[in-house]
C-alpha cells in the first residue's frame, strides 16, 4: 500500500482565488502548512493534507484588511470613542472575513498603553492602530478640539516605542479653523516615517479641502470618509473636486470610511462615474455605524458592487491596498510563505437594499457572504460548517404518542 506524504494541514480546493498583489483570479487550490501559505496550485492532490475543504462556487481571498474602525471600548467611558462607543473587535471581524483593523484614532499618546493591554493584545484579530494626535483620543470636544493637547513630539516617541503596531496618526472632529491639528499630525507622522489618516472636521473656509490634499498632506497620507460631501469633495457642479484630482496624482491615498456619516450616494455616485475610485474600503466601524447604513465590512464592499466595481477590484481595495497604506505589506496577499489569513466569500445573487448615510437606498444584485475566515492557518469562523465532520443522521420513524 502507498500512502501519500502530509504536506499540509489545510488545503481549500477548487475556490476562485483573487489575489490582487500576485495578480491571480481563477480557479485554484490554497494549501497551508503551519500557519502560512505553502501553496496555491490549479491541483493540489488532496491526499498530501490532512484538512481538506470543498469551496468550489466560493471566492477565496486574503483575510481583509479594515484601517478605519474603532474598537477601544474597554473603558467604560459614556459616549467616547475611547469607551462605549467602540465595540469589542473579535465579535465583529471575523464574522465579516475580515482578520486585520487599524483603529482610526480612538487613543492618543496618553492612553495608548491601556488599549494595547486591555484590546489589542487581547484579541484574537490583529489590532493596529492610528495613533490620535489629541494626546488624550477620541473622547469628545474637550480633548478634541483643544490644541494644547496636540503634541506632535510624545506622539511620536510613543509610535517609535510600538513600530508596527502603531501604524500611523489620526486627526479627526477638530471644529476650529486652524491648521494645527493637520500640521502637528504631520510633523508626528514626519518624526516617526508613518502616514496620517485625516477625518478633516468641520468645513471652513480658512482651511479649504483642496489646501489639505494639494499643500499640507504628504504622499501616502490617508484622506478618509472620501465620498462624505460634507468638506467640498464635490464642487458647485457636481465635478469632483480639484483638489481630490490633483492630491491623488501628489500621491494622497483616499479611503471610504463609511461610518454612520460619511458615506453618501449623491456623492459617490458622479465620483465614480467620473473615474474617481477609492483607494481602500473601510467601514469606520462603531456602535452607531454598524446598527445604521454601514452594517459591516461586506456591506460596504457590496455597495461597491452596486457601484459597478468589479470582484477582483473590490477585493483589492480591501486586502493588498489598505495592507500596502498602512506598510503591512506581509498581510493582503497569498504568496507561499505569507500569513495564512484568508476570507472564503460566497457572491449571493438577489434583491438587495444598500443604506447611505441619510437613508437613500440603492437597490443591488449581488452581496458578499462570508462563509469561512481562516486566520494564522486555523479556521475561526465557519458560518455552514464548511470545515465540520457531517452529522451522519439513522433514517427512524418517530410517532406521536397516543
Same mark, same amino acid.
Given at each position: 500500500?502507498?500512502?501519500?506524504?502530509?504536506?499540509?494541514?489545510?488545503?481549500?480546493?477548487?475556490?476562485? @482565488?483573487?489575489?490582487?498583489?500576485?495578480?491571480?483570479?481563477? *480557479?485554484?487550490?490554497?494549501?497551508?502548512?503551519? &500557519?502560512?501559505?505553502?501553496?496555491?496550485?490549479?491541483?493540489?492532490?488532496?491526499?498530501? /493534507?490532512?484538512?481538506?475543504?470543498?469551496?468550489?462556487?466560493?471566492? @477565496?481571498?486574503?483575510?481583509?484588511?479594515?484601517?478605519?474602525?474603532?474598537?477601544?471600548? /474597554?473603558?467604560?467611558?459614556?459616549?467616547?470613542?475611547?469607551?462605549?462607543?467602540?465595540?469589542?473587535?473579535? &465579535?465583529?471581524?471575523?464574522?465579516?472575513?475580515?482578520t486585520t483593523v487599524a483603529d482610526a484614532g480612538s487613543s492618543g499618546y496618553k492612553n495608548f498603553e491601556d488599549f494595547k493591554a486591555h484590546i489589542i493584545d487581547r484579541s484574537k484579530t490583529r489590532v493596529l492602530a492610528f495613533l490620535n494626535i489629541v494626546g488624550a483620543g477620541m473622547r469628545g470636544a474637550k480633548y478634541e478640539d483643544n490644541l494644547a493637547e496636540m503634541e506632535a513630539q510624545p506622539a511620536a516617541e510613543m509610535a517609535k516605542k510600538y513600530p508596527g503596531v502603531i501604524v500611523g496618526f489620526k486627526t479627526a472632529h477638530y471644529?476650529?479653523?486652524?491648521?494645527?491639528?493637520?500640521?502637528?499630525?504631520?510633523?508626528? &507622522?514626519?518624526?516617526?516615517?508613518?502616514?496620517?489618516?485625516?477625518?478633516?472636521?468641520?468645513?471652513?473656509?480658512?482651511?479649504?479641502?483642496?489646501?489639505?490634499?494639494?499643500?499640507?498632506?504628504?504622499?501616502?497620507?490617508?484622506?478618509?470618509?472620501?465620498?462624505?460631501?460634507?468638506?467640498?469633495?464635490?464642487?458647485?457642479?457636481?465635478?469632483?473636486?480639484?483638489?481630490?484630482?490633483?492630491?491623488?496624482?501628489?500621491?494622497?491615498?483616499?479611503?471610504?470610511?463609511? &461610518?454612520?456619516?460619511?458615506?453618501?450616494?449623491?456623492?459617490? @455616485?458622479?465620483?465614480?462615474?467620473?473615474?474617481?475610485?477609492?483607494? %481602500?474600503?473601510?467601514?469606520?466601524?462603531?456602535?452607531?455605524?454598524?446598527?445604521?447604513?454601514?452594517?459591516?465590512?461586506?456591506?460596504?464592499? %457590496?455597495?461597491?458592487?452596486?457601484?459597478?466595481?468589479?470582484?477582483?477590484?473590490?477585493?483589492?481595495?480591501?486586502?493588498?491596498?489598505?495592507?500596502?497604506?498602512?506598510?503591512?505589506?506581509?498581510?493582503?496577499?497569498?504568496?507561499?510563505?505569507? *500569513?495564512?489569513?484568508?476570507?472564503?466569500?460566497?457572491?449571493?445573487?438577489?434583491?438587495?437594499?444598500?443604506?447611505?448615510?441619510?437613508?437613500?437606498?440603492?437597490?443591488?444584485?449581488?452581496?458578499?457572504?462570508?462563509?469561512?475566515?481562516?486566520?494564522?492557518?486555523?479556521?475561526?469562523?465557519?458560518?455552514?460548517?464548511?470545515?465540520?465532520?457531517?452529522?451522519?443522521?439513522?433514517?427512524? *420513524?418517530?410517532?406521536?404518542?397516543?
Open positions: 500500500m502507498i500512502f501519500a506524504l502530509l504536506l499540509y494541514d489545510l488545503l481549500l480546493k477548487g475556490g476562485h @482565488v483573487v489575489d490582487a498583489k500576485n495578480h491571480r483570479s481563477a *480557479i485554484l487550490d490554497v494549501a497551508i502548512k503551519d &500557519g502560512k501559505i505553502a501553496d496555491v496550485a490549479a491541483a493540489i492532490d488532496p491526499a498530501t /493534507s490532512t484538512k481538506t475543504l470543498d469551496v468550489r462556487g466560493l471566492y @477565496v481571498t486574503p483575510g481583509l484588511v479594515d484601517i478605519h474602525v474603532h474598537v477601544y471600548a /474597554s473603558t467604560g467611558e459614556a459616549k467616547s470613542y475611547a469607551g462605549d462607543n467602540s465595540v469589542f473587535p473579535d &465579535g465583529f471581524t471575523f464574522r465579516s472575513g475580515v471644529q476650529g479653523p486652524e491648521w494645527t491639528p493637520v500640521e502637528h499630525a504631520v510633523a508626528a &507622522g514626519t518624526m516617526a516615517s508613518i502616514p496620517i489618516m485625516v477625518d478633516f472636521g468641520t468645513n471652513h473656509p480658512e482651511r479649504p479641502i483642496d489646501v489639505l490634499l494639494t499643500q499640507k498632506l504628504r504622499p501616502g497620507d490617508i484622506y478618509t470618509h472620501c465620498y462624505s460631501g460634507l468638506r467640498g469633495e464635490l464642487d458647485a457642479d457636481g465635478k469632483v473636486n480639484r483638489g481630490m484630482i490633483e492630491g491623488r496624482q501628489r500621491g494622497v491615498i483616499f479611503d471610504v470610511g463609511h &461610518g454612520a456619516g460619511s458615506f453618501a450616494w449623491k456623492v459617490a @455616485v458622479p465620483a465614480i462615474e467620473q473615474g474617481f475610485l477609492p483607494d %481602500s474600503i473601510s467601514t469606520d466601524l462603531h456602535i452607531t455605524s454598524m446598527n445604521a447604513g454601514m452594517k459591516d465590512m461586506l456591506n460596504v464592499m %457590496s455597495k461597491f458592487l452596486a457601484l459597478g466595481l468589479s470582484v477582483d477590484d473590490v477585493i483589492a481595495k480591501s486586502t493588498w491596498n489598505p495592507a500596502r497604506e498602512i506598510h503591512h505589506e506581509e498581510l493582503g496577499h497569498l504568496s507561499t510563505g505569507a *500569513i495564512a489569513d484568508l476570507a472564503v466569500l460566497r457572491l449571493q445573487n438577489g434583491d438587495f437594499g444598500f443604506v447611505d448615510m441619510s437613508g437613500i437606498r440603492m437597490d443591488g444584485k449581488q452581496k458578499f457572504i462570508c462563509e469561512m475566515t481562516v486566520q494564522n492557518g486555523k479556521v475561526v469562523y465557519d458560518l455552514n460548517g464548511l470545515s465540520s465532520t457531517s452529522f451522519k443522521r439513522r433514517a427512524t *420513524i418517530i410517532s406521536s404518542p397516543g
